[in-house]
C-alpha cells in the first residue's frame, strides 16, 4: 500500500529560482534565504519518498484565460520546465507518475472532488522552486512528481475546507494504490505578499507565523478562513495559502513539526518553509 | 441593475481579480498572452498601436496599454501575471513595476521590502488610506 509520508510546505518565489539559475545563491541576500533550507536536503536525503504530489498554481504559463481548471492533475508521463519570458528555466524535466496519478484521478473524482486531467503541460517556477529549494540542482530530479495546479489567479480560488477536503480525499486514494510507496505531498506558494496595486509590498509576519502555527497544531480555524481575510491581511497574492491546506488535509489530525523556517523577503514575498510528518502512535 | 458589493472592494489600493475584471478584462490578458513570443513582441513594438487593435479592448484599455498605466490596466481587468508579460518585454524588472504602481521608486520601493515589507497596519481598509 502506498502511504503519504510528509507534508512539505515552501513559497515558490519566482526570485528563487532565478538567483539559483544565475548563480547568486552566495551572495548575503540569497544566503539569508537558502540557508533555511540546508537542513531540508538532509531531510528529504533521509525521507527518500518515492513519488512527490507537488500542489502548486500555474502563472498565466500552462493556462491562459481561455481555459482555468480550479483543480487540475498532471497525469502525463514527463512535465517540460515553461519559458515564463526569459527561456525555460535550466532545470531537469519533471518526470511524472502517470500510474499514480491516474488512480489519484479515478479515486478522488467518483469522491466527488471534480478534478481536471492534464496529459500535456508545461511548469512554471512554481513547481520548479520548490523542487530546487528540497533537492538542490540535480542532473535529474530524485523521483517522479505528480503535479497538481490550483487556479488562485482568478477569484475566487476553492476555499481553504475544499482544498482541506480534497487533501483528504487525496490521501485516500494514495491508500488504496496497491503497490508500496512513500508520497510526500508540496503544499507551495504564498507567504504573505502582494504584487499588484499601490499596496503591492504588503507583508504580515503576524499572520504568516500564525499561519505556519495553525498548520502544525490544530488547523481548524485556518481552514474556515474566508478569502477576503487572507487578501486583507496578507496580500491579494497571500491567497496562495489555500494551496497548502491540500497538503495539511493529506496528513492526520495531529502532526509532528520536524522543520520550520521563516524570513522576510524573497523579492516581494514572505519566504515560510514547514515540514511535517504524522505523529508517532 | 447594479453589482453586488463585494467585501474585499474595501481593500485599500487592490484590485481583486475577480470574475467580472476577468470578463471585461479577456483582450488586455489574451495581448499580454501573446507576449510569450519573440516574432509577437517584434510586432508589438513595430506598431504597438496597431497590433493592439487585433484584441477588441475598449478604448480605455488600450490607452492604459499604450501608456503603460500599470494600475489602471489592473482596473480594466488586466491581471498582474499576464501583465507582467508586457513589462518584460519592455525591460522592466518586477520590482520595477511594483515600485511604478506604489508610486515609489525602485530604490524607495526595495528598501521598503529589505526593511520588512508594507506593514498592514493602516493598510487593511479604505478608511484607513482615506486618512492618510
Given at each position: 500500500m502506498a502511504k503519504i509520508v510528509a507534508?512539505?510546505?515552501?513559497?515558490?518565489?519566482?526570485?528563487?529560482?532565478?538567483?539559483?539559475?544565475?548563480?547568486?545563491?552566495?551572495?548575503?541576500?540569497?544566503?539569508?534565504?537558502?540557508?533555511?533550507?540546508?537542513?531540508?536536503?538532509?531531510?528529504?536525503e533521509e525521507m527518500k519518498p518515492d513519488v512527490c504530489i507537488v500542489v502548486y498554481n500555474d502563472h498565466a504559463s500552462a493556462f491562459s484565460m481561455d481555459v482555468v481548471p480550479t483543480f487540475a492533475l498532471?497525469?502525463?508521463?514527463?512535465?517540460?520546465?515553461?519559458?515564463?519570458?526569459?527561456?525555460?528555466?535550466?532545470?531537469?524535466?519533471?518526470?511524472?507518475?502517470?500510474?499514480?496519478?491516474?488512480?489519484?484521478?479515478?479515486?478522488?473524482i467518483l469522491d466527488e472532488f471534480d478534478l481536471t486531467v492534464v496529459n500535456k503541460m508545461e511548469v512554471d517556477h512554481g513547481l520548479t522552486v520548490p523542487l530546487n529549494l528540497m533537492f538542490g540542482s540535480p542532473k535529474e530530479w530524485p523521483c517522479p512528481v505528480i503535479p497538481l495546479a490550483v487556479n488562485v489567479v482568478l477569484f475566487p480560488p476553492p476555499?481553504?475546507?475544499?482544498?482541506?477536503?480534497?487533501?483528504?480525499?487525496?490521501?485516500?486514494?494514495?491508500?488504496?494504490?496497491p503497490e508500496d510507496l512513500k508520497v510526500a505531498i508540496f503544499g507551495t506558494g504564498g507567504m504573505s505578499h502582494q504584487i499588484s496595486g499601490p499596496r503591492a509590498g504588503l507583508i504580515n509576519s503576524t499572520f504568516d507565523k500564525a499561519f505556519l502555527d495553525g498548520l502544525a497544531g490544530d488547523p481548524s480555524k485556518i481552514i474556515a478562513m474566508p478569502h477576503v481575510e487572507y487578501m486583507r491581511e496578507a496580500g491579494a497574492e497571500g491567497i496562495e495559502m489555500?494551496?497548502?491546506?491540500?497538503a495539511r488535509g493529506a496528513m492526520?489530525?495531529?502532526?509532528?513539526?520536524?522543520?520550520?523556517?521563516?524570513?522576510?523577503?524573497?523579492?516581494?514575498?514572505a519566504v515560510g518553509h514547514l515540514i511535517l510528518e504524522n505523529a508517532a502512535r | 441593475m447594479t453589482d453586488a458589493k463585494k467585501e474585499y472592494d474595501d481593500i485599500p489600493g487592490t484590485f481583486v481579480f475577480d470574475q467580472e475584471r476577468s470578463r471585461q478584462g479577456y483582450g488586455v490578458n489574451a495581448f499580454c498572452m501573446t507576449l510569450m513570443k519573440d516574432e509577437n513582441r517584434k510586432a508589438f513594438r513595430a506598431n504597438e498601436s496597431a497590433y493592439l487593435d487585433q484584441f477588441g479592448l475598449t478604448p480605455e484599455q488600450k490607452e492604459s496599454i499604450l501608456k503603460r498605466q500599470w494600475n489602471r490596466m489592473l482596473?480594466?481587468?488586466g491581471n498582474i501575471y499576464f501583465t507582467a508579460k508586457l513589462a518584460a518585454t519592455d525591460?522592466?524588472?518586477?520590482?520595477q513595476v511594483a515600485a511604478i504602481m506604489t508610486g515609489a521608486t525602485q530604490q524607495e520601493y526595495a528598501d521598503m521590502m529589505l526593511a520588512g515589507g508594507r506593514n498592514p497596519n493602516g493598510n487593511r481598509s479604505k478608511a484607513e488610506w482615506s486618512k492618510k
Open positions: 507534508a512539505v510546505f515552501s513559497s515558490h518565489v519566482p526570485a528563487i529560482g532565478a538567483a539559483i539559475d544565475n548563480g547568486k545563491t552566495q551572495e548575503p541576500y540569497w544566503t539569508r534565504v537558502f540557508s533555511g533550507f540546508v537542513e531540508t536536503k538532509r531531510i528529504m498532471g497525469c502525463a508521463a514527463e512535465f517540460p520546465p515553461a519559458d515564463e519570458g526569459w527561456g525555460p528555466r535550466p532545470v531537469p524535466v519533471v518526470k511524472g507518475h502517470p500510474k499514480l496519478a491516474a488512480h489519484i484521478a479515478q479515486s478522488v476555499t481553504g475546507k475544499r482544498c482541506f477536503n480534497l487533501g483528504q480525499a487525496i490521501r485516500r486514494a494514495v491508500e488504496s494504490y489555500v494551496m497548502w491546506l491540500v492526520d489530525a495531529k502532526v509532528d513539526e520536524k522543520y520550520r523556517f521563516y524570513t522576510v523577503p524573497a523579492s516581494n514575498t | 482596473e480594466l481587468g525591460g522592466l524588472s518586477f520590482q
